[in-house]
């Protein structure tokens, strides 16, 4: 029994050593621990001070209501100011963009634009002013940009981005913005980036809607992986065609800034593969998610085909200014110009004068012979405007009694002409009654060779 308790006691005893060992250990590592807890906490404090040296007191004055923000702090700060951010286009999108970069301190901004400031682009192109117009839009915008914060290093580039000098441009930069408004700029922008390997911002606003999204940027996809190929140049809607409510573009340019400023200052993007909508008429927004990167695409898939920048006016079929677009649909011979037209008016000859341009642009300017038909309402053949159209030939058809010479006028002469070809096959309307050409260049040519006091828009 004693030899028990003494065994007993021995192991007693040993595990009595242990427990003041591991006392002993636990206590050391606490110790080491506060230490360690001790020296982070000096980092920590130690920290703001380092990366402060890049920060002026006028920089931490002037940017201190977001250097308040711990997503952003002194090291987002530091971090804007180091880096250099291209804007393409510096219209509807890029005037906010370039401005809210600015003003949030961004180290270096590129200004794009091949472009001058005219008084129709007033309404939402908000760095450009009355006094700018008839400049060059890079040097408005830059001159706008130093007037707010002249600590940014702003490079103003009044050319047009094309395929000879986008990759050595965007080389510079390490983010690309597009904020333009044209399909062969879209791919050359995309095909640029994707070639340097840079993530592009890009946004787009038309009527009373705007989109976002952020291509090629962390394993996302590029604009071909979602559209292969270009849409049919005459499908292609601009603001100059489809007009835009100026804020709607001030709000996705404000967007495209917020994307840019969290890419910069290392918070990252969640719209690599998110396509964000906007509809401004329901005050809605919508993110849906994009197909992920294409494996055969032709500049970003697996094996890629394109290794250079190509002929993008060639590849979309139009030009990479929304300046030029003129369709030819008709052969000259279904065409007249504006001084034969006049010249028709002079001549007093019979005839129908049919604008098919929708009513809120005839409610702006038209001429006072003309009949107004939509093309849209055309195309669906309306009852009630099929009924006018066939009323009016057979009015005309009795003065003339022959074929009644047919005029489709719109804007530019690109409805025009889509009219015109609608009309040569259109069911319910006597197509052999009549002869039906289009108005070449349309009113504004009208405005620009034969009225000049005729409204332009
Ligand atoms: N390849 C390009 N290189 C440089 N700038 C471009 C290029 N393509 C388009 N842009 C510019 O992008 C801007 C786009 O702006 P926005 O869409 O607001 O249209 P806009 O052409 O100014 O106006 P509107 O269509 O009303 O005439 C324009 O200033 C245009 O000059
Ligand atoms: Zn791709």
């Known amino acids: 029994m004693d030899d028990t308790i003494l065994s007993l006691k021995t192991q007693l005893l040993e595990r009595e050593r242990e427990i003041a060992a591991l006392k002993k250990k636990l206590h050391q590592m606490e110790q080491g621990n506060s230490m360690l807890t001790e020296l982070q906490e000096k980092v920590t404090n130690l920290s703001p ?54 003003a949030a301190g961004i180290g270096r901004l590129g200004l794009l634009d091949y472009d001058v400031v005219e008084l129709s682009n007033l309404h939402r192109q908000v760095l450009h002013s009355e006094v700018t117009q008839g400049q060059p839009k890079a040097l408005s915008a830059a001159q706008a940009i130093r007037r707010l914060n002249s600590t940014v290093q702003c490079v103003p580039y009044h050319l047009q981005l094309s395929r000879d000098n986008a990759r050595q441009l965007i080389q510079q930069y390490p983010l690309m913005n597009y904020c333009s408004d044209n399909v062969p700029t879209r791919y050359l922008v995309n095909d640029a980036c994707v070639l340097a390997g840079k993530p592009l911002v890009s946004a787009s606003a038309l009527r009373m809607e705007g989109q ?40 996705m340019g404000c967007l495209q800034a917020l994307e840019v400023l969290k890419i910069a200052s290392g918070q990252g993007s969640s719209f690599e593969q998110q396509l964000l909508m906007f509809d401004g008429q329901e005050g809605r927004f919508r993110s849906i998610r994009l197909r992920s990167r294409q494996i055969e695409c032709v500049v970003c898939g697996e094996k890629p085909t394109l290794t250079e ?21 008709l052969t000259k011979e279904q065409r007249v110009s504006v001084q034969e037209y006049r010249a028709i ?78 009309l040569e096959k259109m069911s319910g309307v006597e197509t052999e009654q009549i002869t039906v050409k289009d108005i070449s260049g349309g009113l504004m040519a009208w405005a620009k060779n034969i009225d000049h006091s005729f409204p332009q828009y």
């Open 212 to 251: 976002l999204t952020v291509y090629n940027y962390r394993g996302g996809p590029c604009y071909r992986c979602l559209f292969p190929s270009p849409p049919p140049p005459e499908t292609v809607t601009n603001c100059s065609d489809g007009g835009v409510l100026g804020v709607v573009p001030g709000i």
């Open 49 to 102: 001070l380092i990366s402060n040296v890049t920060l002026s007191n006028e920089d931490i004055m002037r940017y201190s209501r977001q250097l308040l923000l711990p997503e952003l702090g002194v090291k987002g700060q530091v971090a804007l100011s180091n880096v250099s951010v291209l804007v393409v286009g510096c219209g509807g999108l890029g005037c906010p963009l370039a401005q809210y970069l600015a």
């Open 309 to 329: 920048l190509q002929d993008y006016e060639q590849f979309c079929g139009s030009a990479a200014t929304d300046k030029c677009r003129r369709l030819t649909l």
């Open 345 to 422: 008016l002079d001549g007093s000859t019979p005839h129908l004068l049919l604008d098919v341009r929708p009513k809120v642009e005839v409610d702006i300017c038209h001429l006072s012979t003309s009949i107004n038909i939509p093309l849209a309402s055309l195309e669906d053949k309306k009852a009630e405007h099929i009924t006018l159209l066939k009323e009016t030939i057979s009015n005309l058809r009795q003065q003339t009694k022959s074929q009644v010479p047919v005029f489709v006028v719109c804007k530019l002469g690109n409805d025009s002409q889509k009219a015109v070809q609608l």
